[in-house]
């Protein structure tokens, strides 16, 4: 097993504009209008190059599918699916993708979900890869899971508590390895965010023996990478993130809408 850990400092997000903006996002779904399939916007512009294929808008079991430039028709390769809507309970969105290579025909399927609009307690993010490709399918495919604890990260952030449980938690698993990654914050001095990222990699089949081997020759350039990896995502992140709290989620959620209209 190969262990890796870095901490990055963040810019800050603050709970009431997280949960103002879930708010404002999901009043501008349900504000969304839908006749003949096609979408339009709650201030009734048209929405362009997403309609309505099946079942009722935005009930569970409503699809929708992006519309092909070229000819204006429904992509049949990828489709939007609200799995569950429910303020006070769980809303969830499935989407799944298709790739038609001949040599190596793939299906990713990704589901996002959260508890709670009004008071946001979880979410949670899952993808699947399946391939087709022969024999070798099962080692281009792989699954993921991502679990947000919000409960657990505002009260880590907040009142720097270290939590029984790491508040973000995901596994990554593929035919030869099985990754497992946690997340937990802490408050820093300036007010800022030091976010501890650890992951544990385990090897499977013919690759668990390999892997002790692997660590001891690359470990050291992998674990470096990982942590430069994690160093720009934070440049990124706090290059944007407090320019974006200082908007309100009715601001964002027009501009979101502004953007969905393209230029």
């Not at 969304?32 to 099946?54: C, Q, Y």
């Amino acid at each position: 097993m190969a262990r890796f850990q870095h901490t990055v400092t963040l810019a800050p997000v603050p709970r009431r504009w997280f949960e103002s903006c879930v708010g404002a996002l999901h009043d501008l779904a349900e504000g969304t209008d839908a006749e003949g399939g096609r979408l339009t916007l709650p201030d009734g512009r048209p929405l362009p190059g997403l309609v309505l294929a099946e079942g009722r808008h935005p009930e569970p079991g409503a699809r929708y599918r992006p519309v092909n430039e070229e000819d204006g028709e429904p992509d049949a390769d990828q489709c939007l699916t609200v799995l569950a809507r429910d303020r006070r309970g769980e809303t969830a969105l499935e989407v799944v993708t298709h790739d038609d290579d001949p040599d190596h025909p793939a299906r990713l399927v990704c589901a996002l979900g959260l508890t709670s609009v009004e008071r946001p307690r979880e979410a949670w993010l899952t993808a699947t890869l399946h391939s087709a490709g022969g024999k070798r399918a099962k080692y281009l495919g792989g699954t993921g899971r991502l679990s947000l604890d919000l409960g657990r990260w505002w009260q880590a952030t907040s009142h720097g508590r270290h939590p029984a449980r790491a508040p973000l938690g995901g596994t990554l698993t593929h035919a030869l390895v099985r990754v497992s990654v946690t997340v937990v914050p802490r408050p820093a001095p300036d007010g800022r965010w030091r976010v501890t990222v650890k992951a544990r990699i385990r090897g499977r089949s013919f690759a668990r023996p390999l892997l002790p081997l692997a660590a001891a020759v690359l470990g050291r350039r992998a674990r470096r990478a990982g942590a430069e990896a994690l160093e720009r995502a934070a440049v990124a992140w706090n290059a944007q993130v407090p320019a974006l709290v200082r908007k309100d989620g009715e601001r964002l959620s027009a501009e979101l809408a502004d953007a969905l209209l393209g230029p």
